[in-house]
């Protein structure tokens, strides 16, 4: 099987050509830039941009299945102020619009599609302790961020495509992955990297700052489980959307403490004006339990002390 990971010098796609690599798929890599903390493991890396159509058109030559994880995205503090939603919304959109007319004719048949918890209405995550994230609350639409609008314009895009052209389409909507090789700063890192930054750099006795009151509610999902749930996703019949996360929702005040806890030190958390995104999300994975017959299970402090570990090492 050859396989093109579009994004794979990304956090996500880093470690999906890892998993493929063992399983013994013979790998594409393509993304504008080589992945930051480790090489490729791909047979093939190349460099360029996937909004240029000639680009994705060399990627996608010979290939059987197209991981398309290619995105212009980031936590909320590049996402939620507003200040690069056009970029956001062009680059993103172009990427899977090129993804999918130039694989469809260079004769590509199977694609997947990385989508996002954030194409789930806003006003069903008003509640922190009551939040709604079925697949099926989709619609009627209503994105708190143009992040997630063009999330959910790509998603009808890829089911169109799969409908009017017969191509095997699988998509699946991630809610929070994180872990190790990924991004912990700079300004595009998520919540768990960016607090595990700010406890590894913390002096112990000190305070880190946390956006808001750290009351709204999120689940965490860790990144080998969010591979793992994409490979069922591909060795089965369904085609999505369907949820990929933990069903283990914590505040961020919690999560924070969790991070406290595992490196030993005595902080305090100082809470400053910062942008949220919606108060409450989890995971729902009823859906996944019924269509493939798993859903992710591992607690989020596994994965925040693996995490936790990573980054004060790169820090030190």
């Known amino acids: 099987m050859r396989a093109l990971v579009n994004g794979a010098g990304g956090f996500i796609g880093g470690h999906l050509v890892r ?11 393509a993304d504008l830039v080589a992945h930051e903390y480790s090489p490729s493991l791909a047979d093939e890396f190349l460099l360029g941009d996937l909004r240029d159509p000639e680009f994705s058109r060399q990627v996608c030559e010979g290939i059987d299945v197209v991981y398309q994880l290619a995105a212009d995205m980031g936590g909320a503090g590049y996402i939620f102020t507003g200040d690069h939603d056009a970029a956001v919304m062009h ?12 694989g469809r004719l260079a004769g590509v048949k199977r694609f997947f599609y990385s989508s996002s918890a954030c194409i789930y209405p806003e006003y069903n995550q008003l509640d922190p302790d009551n939040p709604k994230c079925s ?16 999330k959910l314009f790509s998603e009808r895009l890829y089911l169109a495509y799969g409908r009017n052209y017969g191509l095997d389409v699988r998509i699946a909507r991630f809610h929070n992955v994180f872990g190790t090789e990924g991004a912990f700063s700079g300004g595009k890192e998520k919540a768990p990297a960016a607090i595990c930054r700010k406890v590894a750099e913390a002096p112990d006795g000190g305070e880190i700052e946390i956006w808001g009151d750290g009351k709204q509610t999120r689940s965490f999902l860790y990144v080998d489980e969010c591979v ?4 069922r996703l591909l060795e089965s019949d369904f085609p999505g959307p369907v949820n990929i996360g933990s069903e283990e929702r914590v505040t961020i005040n919690q999560m924070a403490e969790m991070v406290i806890g595992i490196s030993g030190k005595k902080l305090s958390l100082r809470h400053i004006p910062g942008p949220l995104g919606v108060r409450g ?7 996944i339990r019924e269509k493939l017959e798993w859903a992710p299970s591992r607690p989020l402090v596994e994965g925040l002390e693996k995490t936790y570990r990573w980054i004060a090492a790169e820090t030190s």
Do not use: C, F, H, V
């Open 281 to 287: 999300r989890n995971s729902d994975n009823r859906l």
């Open 91 to 102: 680059n993103s959109a172009t990427i899977n619009l090129n993804a999918l007319e130039q």
């Open 135 to 150: 697949e099926d609350s989709a619609y009627p639409a209503a994105p708190d961020s143009e992040y997630g609008w063009e």
């Open 19 to 29: 998993d493929l690599k063992a399983k013994g798929y013979w790998i594409r890599g």
């Open 228 to 231: 793992q749930g994409i490979n």
